[in-house]
T-cell receptor, first 116, second 115 residues
């Protein structure tokens, strides 16, 4: 496979469930990202991992827990979510050369999450 | 902090015609990059084109060109010879080279190409 792959594509969960979103990149990139896309709002950056270390957490509630076991895989663990967390969650990767200009992100197709 | 503004309502464009999508940005930095992404109904964000703030020529990639007007802080996307497959949401984004290089996105423009 090539590019960035996200699973599952669709997920419905109750507020008391625990689930995980998975992201895998086959591009040899050194940075991975989680974004949240809600209706009528710009994409919101949630977490950034660079060289498998979390380098950014944009005030995301603790019910979202990221994990990056290696440079190719990124998870988003979900527990006790709220209905307002329903959104499209996009994973992306890049070759992060901070300060050098073009940091082109390659995105996956997203995981559509519905919290009941 | 950077801010991206995309205010056009949804657009209908005739197949084979050109369409311009507006994007204005606000930053106090001199070094930054501007990006356009396309998001079809499948959900995947697809990178289209990039313009660096110091690039003197407008970027072009196939049917996509970026009309960069630095003094006006605008980075409009022009799609020439529209195709049915161009129907999608289009997002303008920018990053700050001296900062953490993270992309900030606008709210997007909806484009529907009609035959």
């Amino acid at each position: 496979e090539t590019g960035v792959t996200q699973t599952p594509r669709h997920l419905v969960m109750g507020m008391t469930n625990k689930k995980s979103l998975k992201c895998e990149q086959h591009l040899g990139h050194n940075a991975m990202y989680w974004y949240k896309q809600s209706a009528k709002k710009p994409l919101e950056l949630m977490f950034v991992y660079s060289l498998e270390e979390r380098v950014e957490n944009n005030s995301v509630p603790s019910r979202f827990s990221p994990e990056c076991p290696n440079s190719s895989h990124l998870f988003l663990h979900l527990h006790t979510l709220q209905p307002e967390d329903s959104a499209l969650y996009l994973c992306a990767s890049s070759q992060d050369n901070s300060g050098s200009g073009a940091n082109v992100l390659t995105f996956g197709a997203g995981s559509r999450l519905t919290v009941l | 902090a950077q801010k991206i503004t995309q205010t056009q309502p949804g657009m209908f464009v005739q197949e084979k015609e050109a369409v311009t999508l507006d994007c204005t940005y606000d930053t106090s930095d001199q070094s930054y990059g501007l990006f356009w992404y396309k998001q079809p109904s499948s959900g995947e964000m697809i990178f289209l084109i990039y313009q660096g703030s110091y690039d003197e020529q407008n970027a072009t990639e196939g049917r996509y060109s970026l009309n960069f007007q630095k003094a006006r802080k605008s980075a409009n996307l022009v799609i020439s010879a529209s195709q049915l497959g161009d129907s999608a949401m289009y997002f303008c984004a920018m990053n700050d080279w001296r900062g953490n290089n993270r992309l900030a996105f606008g709210k997007g423009n909806q484009v529907v190409v009609i035959p």
